[in-house]
């Protein structure tokens, strides 16, 4: 792929064999330059091998300076973004009488701050241009907590607030900011093995083209919220 693509930008942070997989093979089908953000870029390597359209690049949300160093090298290599996809998170859990601070901690960072710096890192060239995409993936937690997810709901709760903040303020300027609950267990080979129902399990590819349909929404009617879940699950 030639420096400075002529294919609209699409950066997915948060890659690994289920969503983010998912969500890059989509954006890059519909003919998409694709930044791949992994704070380990052994998997995304090999995955932006696979397509021509593809870059992996080493970033750890948690970093301000290699999310600054990140994005300006993106912007160089593939021009400025037109979608970002934040799909970054931690899978701390825990009472809170168990969870080690840091951990509490952690999980708020990777979720809300890493994600708004990331904005942040995208928002210019999206407002210069008047048009722009920011999708986060959200869970069930970021509604509702449990007992075990006392590290894990206070950030995807912080951080669908965020968003809401971004959309309700990018959104008049021709910037889209949208969340997807994502309710359920995602199917992958050991969930297949275990013998359970697969109609228990939302498919990565299913969640993806709802994630490109928000990115690629008429502004005429935006969604910010769009919850996803298996037809058998109880809610």
Not at 61 to 66: P, Q, S
Not at 130 to 155: C, D, E, M, N, Y
Request: proline content about 4%.
């Amino acid at each position: 792929m030639n420096n400075k693509s002529p294919r609209p930008v699409c950066v997915v942070v948060g890659v690994g064999p289920g969503n983010g997989r998912a969500f890059a093979a989509r954006f890059a089908d519909a003919g998409y330059a694709v930044a791949l953000l992994a704070r380990s870029n052994e998997y995304s390597t090999a995955l932006a091998a696979e397509f021509d359209s593809m870059r992996a690049y080493a970033c750890d949300v948690t970093d301000a300076a290699a999310i600054t160093q990140t994005f300006a090298q993106i912007k160089a290599e593939l021009g400025p973004v037109d979608v970002l996809l934040y799909n970054a998170g931690s899978g701390t859990w825990g009472t809170f009488d168990e969870l080690a601070d840091e951990a509490f901690e952690t999980a708020w960072k990777i979720n809300v701050l890493g994600f708004l710096r990331c904005a942040r890192a995208v928002a210019g060239s999206m407002r210069e241009r008047g048009r722009g995409a920011i999708v986060v993936s959200g869970a069930t937690a970021s509604l509702r907590g449990k007992p075990f997810t006392a590290a894990f709901a206070q950030a995807k709760a912080a951080q669908r607030s965020l968003a809401q903040s971004l959309a309700r303020q990018l959104g008049p300027e021709g910037v889209h900011v949208a969340l997807v609950i994502i309710d359920g267990p995602i199917a992958n080979p050991s969930r297949a093995a275990s013998g359970k129902d697969p109609d228990e399990f939302l498919e990565a590819d299913d969640i993806a083209a709802t994630v490109y349909h928000l990115a690629t929404q008429a502004r005429s009617a935006w969604s910010f919220e769009v919850d996803l879940r298996p037809f058998r699950e109880s809610w």
